[in-house]
DNA sequence: CCGAGAACTTCCACTGAATGGAAGCGCAGG
DNA sequence: CCTGCGCTTCCATTCAGTGGAAGTTCTCGG
C-alpha cells in the first residue's frame, strides 16, 4: 500500500554479484537438503534453506514455493521443509535405477536368504561406488552403507570389483589421487590397488577384510549386462571371520552370475 | 556476426501468451520423462521434451542444459535424453520413503521367505496408493504394479487398508467421484465400499479377489505409527484359490504388527 | 499483558536474465 | 548435390525474477 520506493541499494559498495541462472537457484535449493551436515538434515526451515543455497530469504521464499506446488519439497505443520515425494517417484524411474534393481532384486533376495548377510548393489558412478539397494535383515549391526549412499572404491567390495572392471582411464584417474585410509588395513597404494585389481579380474571376486569397518569383510562379484560389459557389483557384508567360506563365494558369484544373465548376458568364450 | 534484429513477431496475432514460470517450465521438462505415453517412455529426444512439455525448442535446449549439469537429466551418446541419477540420489532420501522403506525391508523379507509370494509395501497419496516397495521373486507372473506405482485404491488390498484408516473426509471425497470398474467383482458402489471398509477396520485386514487383476487375489494390513495413526499398508499378492489361508492372513499380519513395533507403535488398549 | 526478537510473508520499482524467432550447422537419404 | 530434419547458437527485446524493506505472526520472558 505504500508509495515509497524499495530497492535503495548501497551506492558506493562492491555487492558481490550472484551470476547464477534461475535453475541454478531451484537446484541449491535441493541441493540444501544433500549431504551437507550429514545424515540427518532431512528436515529444514526456510530460513536454513536459504542460509545453505545462499540465497536471499524473499528469494528462497518464493523459489521454495514453486517446489513446494509441484511436489519436489513439501512443507510440514511446524513451517518445515523436506525433499517431496515427487522427487522420490521420478528417481525411481531413473533407467538404470529401475532396470537394474527390478532385475536384481530377486537375486538379491535368494542371496540374503542363502547367506543371512548384508547384501549389497552398487554401480560406478564418477569416482563412487553409489549403492542402489541393500538388504539388511534385522541386524543390529550397523554399517555406513544405505541406499543411495557413496562410499570409495578402494575400501569397499563393490567399490574393488567395478574399479577392476572399469576402463583403464577411470582407474588412471582415480588412483592419481591420494586414497583415504579408514583402517589400518585399507590399502592405499596406487601399485597394491593395480595388483588387487588384477587379481579380481582373474579369480572374479573381490575379498575385502577390515578396510572400511572394523570387523567386517565383504566378498563382491561383478555383475555384467548383455554386452559383458561389467555394470554393477554384488557383495555380501559378513563379520570378519578367520577363514573364507568357500560356500558364502559361490554364493555371491551364483547371485551375480544370475543377475547377469537375466540382463542377457550369454558366458563368454572362457 | 548479423545485425539484423532477430525478433520478427506476426503483427496483429494474437499469440497465446505462456505465464509459466521458470521454475514450471524446468518442472515440466521434468513431467515430460513421467507417465505420458505410459510405461517405456524414459528416453526422449529434444525435439519430443519440448514437445511434451509445450515449449519452444530453444527455451527447452537451454533449460535441459541447466538440468543436465545439474544431473536431473542425463545425456546419452544417441542424443537422447533420460532423467539422472542426481533425481534418484534425492528421491531414495525423500524422509518417508527412506525411513519407512528401511524400517519395513526386513519385516516385508520376512513376509516374502515364509509365504513366497508378491509383497507390497505402499502409503497413501492424494487419491492413489504410492507403490514404496515391491518384492517379487523369480515369479514370470506380472503384476501391474511396481516401486512408484500409483494404484486406485478401492481395487488394491493395500489401498482399502488405506482408505479404511483414512480421514473421513479422504473417504467422503474419494467415494464422491465414479470408481472404475476393472473386473467384474471390482466393488465399485460407494456404500459397498463403506461396509468392507467398515469390515477392515473391524477384522484389521482386507481380503481382495479378483478386482484389480484377473487370477489374483491380496491380503493386506494396517502399519501404524507411534501415534497409532496408519501410515502404510503391507500386503501379499496371490493366485486366487477357493479357500483362504489363515496362515498367509497371519503372516501378513504379522509383518504389518513387526513394523507398526519398529516405528514405534505400541499396541493401544484392546 | 506487553514488548522484544526471530522467522516468515508480502510488496513492488528496477533491471538484467530469460526468451524465442531466425539463422547456422551437421547429418542422412534420395 | 540438394532437401529435410533435428540440434545448436545468436542476440535484441522485454517482462519475469529479484531482493531490500516493511508487514505479519508467533514465541518467549519479564
Known sequence: MSGKPAQTRASGDEVAVDDRSVAARLFAILDAFGAPTGATS?????????QRANLPLSTTHRLVAEWVSWGGLSKHENGQYSLGM?????????????????????????????TRE????????GRDAL????????????LISRVGARLPLHSTG?????LAYAPTDVVQEYLATSLQRFLPRTV????????????????????????????????AAP??????????????????????????EQAVRLAAQGVSRALGYRRAQQ
Open 86 to 114: 515427487k522427487l522420490w517417484e521420478l528417481g525411481v524411474q531413473t533407467p538404470t535405477a529401475r532396470n537394474l534393481r527390478t532385475i536384481a532384486l530377486p537375486y538379491l533376495e535368494d542371496l540374503y536368504e542363502t
Open 158 to 162: 563393490v567399490g574393488l570389483v567395478l
Open 131 to 142: 549403492y542402489l539397494e541393500k538388504l539388511s535383515g534385522h541386524h543390529v549391526v550397523r
Open 42 to 50: 532431512l528436515t529444514l526451515t526456510l530460513t536454513a534453506i536459504a
Open 118 to 125: 548384508h547384501v549389497h548393489l552398487a554401480i560406478l558412478d
Open 223 to 248: 555383475i555384467r549386462d548383455r554386452t559383458g560389459q561389467v555394470v554393477a557389483a554384488v557383495s555380501i557384508v559378513t563379520r570378519t571371520t578367520d577363514t573364507v567360506d568357500p560356500e558364502q
Open 188 to 219: 592405499t597404494e596406487p601399485e597394491a590397488v593395480r595388483k588387487r585389481l588384477a587379481e579380481i579380474r582373474l579369480i572374479g571376486i573381490a575379498r575385502m577384510s577390515e578396510e572400511m569397518t572394523a570387523g567386517s569383510s565383504s566378498l
